[in-house]
């Protein structure tokens, strides 16, 4: 993937990890739409960094299916999708609202990126340069015990990724995983002040050094993920298991 010169749509880039390279993206060079159900918190991103944006929620297909028609209305010349909506949960398998949390996650994290996927792929298609970023977790890989269902639906994102890469091989379509470790953003709550996660700048900043020197990366992989990214690879799954879940 180039890092100057695309019109990058990413749904969710109102916060978190989205925010922060949608930032960055813009500096380095390129036009940045970001959308998100809000439309108070978008109207203020607009004003404060001149990003454009678009109301969208990724969990209703009508939604979706809008917002696409807006953005390539206004921005005809985007190839770059960053599908970087998700959400995250502590659940208790035990507990009376496990599934009903549990469908919430999933609605979200895998349905979100289908319906994403299904409405901008035959687009990007059309691009001489395109590329379509998912974004999993290092919890893909390596579990956390209090979020099982995140872990799952990440674990989906990865084969999935995997998988239409394949199916678009030789197209103009570059698939790219972003697979981040624990970051200190408000994922969870509480979590921007996790000492363990990695800062959000530091991530951020990290991403798109890979990003700018390595174009042709299928999975970026910033240095702190790579412990839960390959413990299995490495033969150390149930230690690093172990590290992750110190109670469990």
């Given at each position: 993937?180039?890092?100057?010169?695309?019109?990058?749509?990413?749904?969710?880039?109102?916060?978190?990890?989205?925010?922060?390279?949608?930032?960055?993206?813009?500096?380095a060079g390129n036009?940045?739409?970001?959308?998100?159900?809000?439309?108070?918190?978008?109207?203020?991103?607009?004003?404060?960094?001149?990003?454009?944006?678009?109301?969208?929620?990724?969990?209703?297909?009508d939604s979706v299916?809008?917002?696409?028609?807006?953005?390539?209305?206004?921005?005809?010349?985007?190839?770059?999708?960053?599908?970087?909506?998700?959400?995250?949960?502590?659940?208790?398998?035990?507990?009376?609202?496990?599934?009903?949390?549990?469908?919430?996650?999933?609605?979200?994290?895998?349905?979100?990126?289908?319906?994403?996927?299904?409405?901008?792929?035959?687009?990007?298609?059309?691009?001489?340069?395109?590329?379509?970023?998912?974004?999993?977790?290092?919890?893909?890989?390596?579990?956390?015990?209090?979020?099982?269902?995140?872990?799952?639906?990440?674990?989906?994102?990865?084969?999935?990724?995997?998988?239409?890469?394949?199916?678009?091989?030789?197209?103009?379509?570059?698939?790219?995983?972003?697979?981040?470790?624990?970051?200190?953003?408000?994922?969870?709550?509480?979590?921007?002040?996790?000492?363990?996660?990695?800062?959000?700048?530091?991530?951020?900043?990290?991403?798109?050094?890979?990003?700018?020197?390595?174009?042709?990366?299928?999975?970026?992989?910033?240095?702190?993920?790579?412990?839960?990214?390959?413990?299995?690879?490495?033969?150390?799954?149930?230690?690093?298991?172990?590290?992750?879940?110190?109670?469990?």
């Open positions: 993937m180039n890092i100057t010169g695309n019109t990058i749509f990413i749904p969710g880039g109102t916060s978190g990890i989205g925010l922060a390279l949608a930032l960055r993206f813009q500096a036009t940045v739409i970001v959308g998100g159900r809000r439309a108070d918190l978008l109207a203020q991103l607009a004003e404060e960094h001149s990003l454009a944006t678009v109301v969208i929620d990724t969990t209703d297909a299916l809008a917002a696409r028609d807006e953005v390539l209305e206004r921005h005809p010349e985007l190839n770059v999708l960053i599908a970087m909506a998700g959400i995250m949960a502590v659940e208790d398998v035990r507990g009376p609202r496990f599934l009903s949390e549990a469908e919430r996650i999933v609605d979200t994290n895998v349905g979100g990126p289908l319906r994403l996927v299904s409405a901008f792929l035959d687009h990007l298609q059309t691009r001489p340069d395109a590329t379509l970023m998912t974004v999993s977790s290092g919890l893909a890989h390596t579990p956390l015990a209090a979020t099982p269902t995140y872990n799952g639906t990440k674990a989906f994102i990865h084969q999935f990724t995997e998988s239409i890469r394949l199916q678009l091989a030789g197209t103009t379509v570059q698939v790219v995983e972003l697979v981040p470790p624990a970051v200190r953003t408000e994922l969870l709550p509480g979590h921007s002040e996790n000492e363990h996660a990695l800062p959000l700048d530091a991530f951020a900043d990290e991403v798109m050094t890979l990003l700018g020197t390595q174009p042709d990366a299928t999975e970026i992989l910033v240095e702190a993920v790579k412990f839960l990214r390959f413990a299995e690879i490495e033969n150390r799954y149930d230690a690093a298991v172990a590290v992750l879940n110190p109670a469990a």
